[in-house]
């Protein structure tokens, strides 16, 4: 057995009602959860705490007991592109492709999170059929709210567009019709040219 596998957290028993509460543990039993809490850290973070950044080398899944996570994709302060609640998780991508984080994590609140390492995660979480089942869907429903978030940002950005282009096409029009009456101006102006000789249209009043 691993010795990572080995190690006991000491992680408070009484977390294991929210812990109950997530989702990935929809419909494990309580047994199973104290067991799982042995392979699990408590980590509790204040308001801006930052827990991930872009390019960082993250291993750990983190599961949201109480608070709130921002997530934002270019900054790490502000308002979350979108948030983590109680019951969600956030590094699950990592633990999974082995790759950097791609976004800031901050924490909005006080929060509490269980951190599972990558090795138990896969050696003593995942190997639950249920747990694996759980995983997959929340994995599922995260990555259709992130497709529907884009796709949001996608609509606005092209409406934003469409809208440009027409007041593009609004200015070009206004420009023609200036255009076009400063010429109709100038050309009234010369269809009637005084001729030599003609009397005047406005005659110098007889003293």
């Not at 039993?29 to 509790?44: F, V």
């Not at 949201?64 to 996570?69: I, K, Q, S, T, W």
């Not at 492709?97 to 999170?113: I, K, M, N, W």
């Not at 599972?116 to 995983?135: C, D, H, L, M, Y």
């Amino acid at each position: 057995m691993p010795a990572e596998a080995d190690r006991r957290s000491g992680t408070p028993r009484r977390w294991l009602d929210r812990m109950a509460a997530q989702e990935i543990f929809f419909d494990i039993p309580t047994g199973t959860l104290e067991a799982l809490l042995d392979y699990c850290e408590l980590r509790e973070l204040a308001p801006g705490d930052l827990l991930l950044s872009p390019g960082e080398t993250n291993d750990t899944l983190y599961l949201l007991l109480e608070g709130r996570l921002n997530v934002n994709l270019e900054r790490s302060t502000g308002d979350g592109d979108f948030v983590i609640e109680p019951g969600e998780c956030v590094g699950e991508i990592s633990i999974i492709d082995g790759r950097p984080a791609t976004a800031f994590v901050t924490a909005a609140q006080p929060s509490a999170l269980i951190a599972v390492s990558e090795g138990n995660f896969w050696s003593k979480f995942i190997t639950n059929p249920q747990i694996a089942r759980n995983f997959m869907r929340l994995f599922a429903e995260r990555f259709r709210a992130r497709n529907q978030m884009m796709q949001r940002a996608l609509e606005e950005r092209l409406r934003y567009e469409h809208l440009e282009k027409e007041l593009g096409i609004a200015q070009e029009i206004q420009a023609e019709l200036v255009s076009d009456h400063l010429d109709l101006g100038s050309a009234r102006a010369t269809e009637l040219p005084v001729q030599p000789g003609a009397p005047s249209q406005h005659p110098t009043p007889s003293l």
